[in-house]
């Protein structure tokens, strides 16, 4: 089914490990972003992406860094997790800055 | 910025109608959405409004926008134990960014 794929679904990090979640859409958009999902805090947005090879920062970028090294894929990293960083992480994609399509979620837990 | 604030919960019998309510701060926002986040999953796109549209009707949903006073509302008739959900108003701002509220958690009681 087209749509956006995030992986993995689930993590555990201790605290100073890196990691990498993967989102990769197959409809051809030209935009793609992350975005955490606090309680209480609603979606806040990481980093953004307006095409291949281009990144920028969003509302709550510190701490991650993206790459968008092919259309089809947007990377996430942490470099070294803080239990902060516990979040559920959700990649969007959008052919314009219109509306967008969700990936169901990557639940990271951080020790 | 753009700020967008919705009440975070609402609770409605089944079968009533729901209406969910949404405010925000940038005039010039030229789209207007409502996305539903089921259970462990991701937000999916409901419906939205133009910003020069004052109503929208998409079968038992109805969106309701009042330009002036910066108000969004969704109402859903006939509301079943499926609609159980959160409903994110967002709207896109001037740098054709979609700003998302926290979001209304809808609860149907029997």
């Known amino acids: 089914n087209a749509g956006v794929t995030q992986t993995p679904k689930f993590r555990v990090l201790k605290t100073g490990q890196s990691m990498t979640l993967l989102c990769a859409q197959d409809m051809n958009h030209e935009y793609m972003y992350w975005y955490r999902q606090d309680p209480g805090m609603g979606l806040r947005l990481i980093h953004y992406?307006?095409?291949?090879?281009?990144?920028a920062k969003g509302e709550v970028p510190d701490g991650y860094n993206v790459s968008r090294l092919k259309k089809q894929n947007f990377l996430l990293g942490l470099e070294s997790a803080a239990p902060s960083q516990t979040s559920v992480y959700f990649c969007a994609s959008s052919y314009a800055a219109g509306d967008y399509t969700f990936g169901s979620g990557t639940r990271l837990t951080v020790v | 910025g753009e700020d967008v604030e919705q009440s975070l919960f609402l609770s409605v019998r089944e079968g009533d109608s729901s209406v969910i309510n949404c405010t925000y701060t940038?005039?010039?926002?030229?789209?207007l959405y409502w996305y539903k986040q089921e259970p462990g999953a991701g937000l999916q796109l409901l419906t939205y409004?133009?910003?020069?549209?004052d109503m929208k009707q998409d079968q038992r949903l109805t969106v309701l926008l009042n330009k002036k006073d910066k108000h969004l509302s969704l109402r859903i008739a006939d509301t079943q134990t499926g609609d159980s959900a959160i409903y994110f108003c967002?709207?896109?701002?001037?740098?054709?960014?979609?700003?998302f509220g926290k979001g209304t958690r809808l609860h149907i009681l029997p």
């Open positions: 940038d005039s010039s926002s030229t789209y």
């Open positions: 967002a709207v896109m701002n001037r740098d054709d960014k979609i700003i």
């Open positions: 992406s307006v095409g291949e090879g281009t990144t």
């Open positions: 409004i133009f910003s020069n549209m």
